[in-house]
């Protein structure tokens, strides 16, 4: 049973446009979450997280939204630039956080020029 | 300061043959993580460590054991490899919750 979900394998958005990256997640113990972008042939990379505690935090271009209620999250990315053009993967982590990670099975976003 | 590296970055292995995949942080981080991706899913926790000298099982372990004799080594072992183990493997660490990952080993098991 997937405890984390995004519902779409792939999203296109135009340059300069927003783009808005879904996440929902099953376990209510979940206290932390985190978007992770990922190149072909590399490593994930962290790019911004946010406690249970909080409903929204904002790095840049980047802002994530949580709503517990609904145990749903986003990630906006304004204006979306080519750059972006990854694999975004939502991961939630319980407990303090040496347990491990728990990933959904990502969103393929494309930054149409 | 390399960050988490991972050895080797490619290899295929036969049915049955062994092998060990070597991760190795220079964060000083306490925690450390193997993951394995297949085509279309996220990624699944195989083993983690909390400190040296420890581990634990996560979502998918069986078939893989793991050693931690030294803090900022993360070693993933395959006793008999299988074709079902046939994967990009990542390894990770941190102190918090925020992990860092390495590039990835690609195994082809045939």
């Known amino acids: 049973d997937q405890q984390v979900k995004q519902n779409s394998p792939s999203l296109s958005v135009q340059e300069g446009r927003i783009s808005i990256l879904n996440c929902d997640y099953t376990n209510s113990m979940f206290d932390y979450f985190l978007w992770y972008k990922k190149y072909p042939a590399e490593g994930p990379t962290f790019l911004i997280s946010i406690s249970s505690i909080k409903d929204k935090n904002e790095d840049g271009r980047f802002t994530v939204f949580l709503n517990k209620s609904a145990k749903h999250l986003s990630l906006h990315i304004v204006p979306s630039q080519p750059g972006d053009s990854a694999v975004y993967f939502c991961a939630a982590s319980a407990g303090g956080g040496a347990d491990g990670l728990t990933f959904g099975k990502g969103t393929h976003l494309i930054i149409q020029p | 300061n390399a960050g988490v590296t991972q050895t080797p970055k490619f290899r295929v292995l036969k049915t049955g043959q062994s092998m060990t995949l070597l991760c190795a942080q220079d964060m000083n981080h306490e925690y450390m993580y193997w993951y394995r991706q297949d085509p279309g899913m996220g990624l699944r926790l195989i083993h983690y460590s909390v400190g040296e000298g420890t581990t634990a099982k996560g979502e998918v372990p069986d078939g893989y054991n793991v050693s931690r004799l030294k803090k900022q080594n993360f070693l993933l072992g395959l006793e008999s490899a299988a074709p079902s183990q046939t994967s990009v493997y990542f390894c990770?660490?941190?102190?918090?919750?925020?992990?860092?990952f390495g590039p990835g080993t690609r195994l082809t098991v045939t």
């Open positions: 990770a660490s941190t102190n918090f919750y925020e992990q860092y």
